[in-house]
């Protein structure tokens, strides 16, 4: 059975027995009945597909659980959500968001409002200014700006925060962008916007993608990154930009293919 909805939100989920609030959960959907929610349990080796299956008894038919047999990381959880869903559910829109719920559902479900006229994506952004509350790490979001200023450098676009995990996205593009597996496990965002990129153009894309500056988003718990991942962040954002360039350049110039 099709199910209808306006919005469809993917959750990955790894190891996250302790980091799912039921309660910020539950609030948001009997207060958003034309959302759903669809956690993928990323080959969990902890009680994490337990706590699912205990919310998802509380809001049968607006929770739905993909569960993974082996870790495949982020990138694919994703992925593999959006797909499914796309291929089960009626909805307008489809995104993601992570599993701590740093950014709140209230806030995410409000990039609906955004996407309208041209524009096909949207996504939150953790800039820090008056009126906003962004709690982080100071060493983080040090880390963070260098990174963010170099993949904004190799993209090419003004984008303050590509990494942010708070993205949505009508289901017609969302169906073009996922379509392939990414390169990288966790810097699969910065493949989101070279895809875009692809499909219409550099200008173009940027007129049909929105950064939104969140209002709230408070870092909890510890990131599911190892440390040692510092030096493969720049790794793969050089396969990254390799591979996409020589698409991009192939794309442009079909004698080059």
């Not at 994703?78 to 291929?87: E, F, K, L, M, Q």
């Amino acid at each position: 059975m099709t199910i209808i909805t306006n919005t469809t939100i993917v959750i990955p989920c790894y190891n996250e027995e302790k980091g799912i609030s039921n309660s910020e959960y539950s609030n948001f959907l009997n207060n958003n009945p034309e959302a759903l929610i669809c956690f993928v349990n990323d080959g969990s080796k902890d009680n994490t597909l337990g706590v699912l299956n205990v919310l998802k008894a509380k809001h049968e038919t607006q929770i739905h659980i993909l569960s993974l047999e082996k870790n495949s990381g982020k990138a694919e959880a994703v992925r593999s959500g959006i797909n499914y869903c796309n291929a089960n559910f009626q909805h307008q829109y489809v995104g993601y968001l992570d599993a701590d719920l740093a950014t709140t559902l209230e806030e995410f479900i409000d990039l609906r409002a955004y996407l309208k006229g041209e524009i096909v994506f949207s996504f939150g952004s953790r800039i820090r200014k008056i009126g906003s509350t962004i709690e982080r790490e100071n060493s983080r979001f040090l880390i963070g700006r260098v990174v963010a200023t170099f993949i904004s450098n190799i993209l090419d676009i003004k984008v303050y925060d590509t990494q942010c995990g708070s993205k949505l996205f009508t289901k017609a593009i969302s169906e073009k962008l996922f379509e392939k597996e990414f390169i990288s496990r966790w810097l699969f965002d910065v493949e989101i916007f070279y895809r875009m990129i692809l499909l219409f153009g550099r200008e173009k894309a940027i007129q049909k993608m929105l950064e939104i500056p969140l209002k709230l988003w408070v870092e909890k718990g510890d990131s599911k990154v190892k440390l040692s991942y510092g030096l493969k962040l720049w790794f793969d954002l050089y396969k990254i930009r390799s591979e996409y360039n020589k698409i991009e350049k192939q794309t442009s110039n079909p004698n080059l293919s």
